[in-house]
Structures are given as structure tokens and as C-alpha cells.
């Protein structure tokens, strides 16, 4: 099961991340509690060992707005939210980074319809915490896509059994405040999600 731990801030949970065995980490490069800025997504970034995806997080932004940012953190993937264009991906596919469509249940769920290399399905809110009804895409997304929205340590299963992804993707679940995460929810998540 591919994990993507979302919305990190600080060095201790990028470690902590990487250490307990997450297959990515993301840094929102949008407006969110969890923002940071680019310059500190880049300093998080390079705490980060190849084989450890570090996705920047965006939603809205245009094309040029997210190449620029994405560029100076240097990520390696790019998360766009917010239902863009086919164009937009066409966009920023000359950047070489693995691109991450994230999209509600009732969107386009072909996974690479929009030339994107990851599908994100995610709540009709991103980055609220409110779990769906994660049932509803059972079978409808194929090959690489991850599930997202309300997901915690103790959901994760559930979630898992009902929607049958090939990842997860958790934020808000792993933090006891909003937009303050916590290590032990982090590693709880990553054994959860791998029983
Ligand atoms: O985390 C945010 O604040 C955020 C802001 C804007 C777009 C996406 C955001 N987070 C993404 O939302 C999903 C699910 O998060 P949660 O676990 O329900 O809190 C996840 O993909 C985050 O990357």
C-alpha cells in the first residue's frame, strides 16, 4: 500500500515520515493552514532520501504560478486541486516531475485522463479532514490512484476495504491540532495503513 503523508511543516515529521517507511511527503505550496513557503519547502525537501517522493501541493494557482513555486522548492511532484484543465497538466509536463491530478468523486476518474501520472480521489473538501463515503469509487478509478479525505489511523482499513485503492493520502489525521502534526499519528497511520 502506497502512503503519502500531507501538509508537513516541520523537520521532525519529515523525519519521522521518512523514517517510518512513507512513499511520500507533501508540502502545501497553497492557501492552508499548512502553507509554507517555498524556501522552507525546499529546506524540508532536502531532508528528504530519493526514494521518497516529496509532492508540492497546489490549488488553483495557474500553470506559471506553480511551475515558478514548484521549481524553487524543489519538488518532484506537483499536486494540483481545484479541477484544472487537461491544458494545465499539458502545461507543466515539460517540468519532468510526476504529476498528481486530485479531483472529487464525481470528477473524471480515469487515472492519466488528463495526462497525470497519480489520480488523487479525494473529499468534495480537500484538506478539511471529513471522511465520504469512500465505497462510492469502489472499482471506478483504475491503476494508480490514492484515496483521500478524512483518512486516520484508525479509518484507514475501513477506508481501505470499502474504496480498494492502491494508496492513501492523510493530512488533518495526522495532527492534533489543525495544521499541527503529530509523530506518533504519523507512524500509527503508516502501520495502520500496512498491517
Ligand atoms: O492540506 C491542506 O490544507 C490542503 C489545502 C489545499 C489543497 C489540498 C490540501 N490537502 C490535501 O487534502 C487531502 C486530504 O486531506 P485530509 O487528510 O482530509 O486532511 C490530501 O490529499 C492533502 O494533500
Known amino acids: 500500500m502506497y502512503v503519502k503523508i500531507c501538509g508537513l511543516s516541520e523537520e521532525?515529521?519529515?523525519r519521522t515520515a521518512v523514517e517510518a517507511g512513507a512513499d511520500a511527503i507533501g508540502l502545501v505550496?497553497?492557501?492552508s493552514p499548512r502553507r509554507v513557503t517555498p524556501e522552507r519547502a525546499a529546506e524540508l525537501a532536502a531532508l528528504v532520501p530519493p526514494?521518497?517522493?516529496?509532492?508540492?501541493?497546489f490549488k488553483g494557482e495557474d500553470p506559471d504560478t506553480v511551475?515558478?513555486?514548484a521549481l524553487a522548492a524543489g519538488?518532484?511532484?506537483?499536486?494540483?486541486?481545484?479541477?484544472?484543465?487537461?491544458s494545465d497538466f499539458t502545461a507543466l509536463k515539460d517540468l519532468g516531475l510526476t504529476l498528481v491530478r486530485a479531483v472529487a468523486a464525481d470528477a473524471d476518474l480515469r487515472c492519466g485522463a488528463y495526462d497525470e501520472d497519480l489520480l488523487?480521489?479525494?473529499a468534495p473538501r480537500a484538506g478539511a479532514g471529513e471522511p465520504w463515503d469512500w465505497s462510492a469509487v469502489r472499482g471506478r478509478p483504475t491503476g494508480r490512484w490514492l484515496l483521500a479525505g478524512g483518512l486516520t489511523p484508525g479509518n484507514v482499513r475501513a477506508a481501505v476495504a470499502a474504496a480498494a485503492p492502491?494508496?492513501?493520502?492523510?493530512?488533518?489525521g495526522v495532527e492534533v491540532a489543525r495544521g499541527v502534526k503529530d509523530s506518533a499519528l504519523i507512524r500509527?497511520?503508516?502501520?495502520?495503513?500496512?498491517?
Open 12 to 14: 521532525e515529521h519529515v
Open 188 to 195: 500509527a497511520f503508516l502501520t495502520a495503513a500496512r498491517p
Open 67 to 69: 511551475r515558478a513555486a
Open 29 to 31: 505550496l497553497t492557501h
Open 120 to 122: 488523487l480521489v479525494d
Open 166 to 172: 492502491w494508496g492513501v493520502d492523510v493530512s488533518s
Open 75 to 86: 519538488v518532484r511532484a506537483i499536486q494540483l486541486h481545484g479541477n484544472h484543465p487537461h
Open 51 to 57: 526514494h521518497v517522493l516529496t509532492v508540492g501541493v
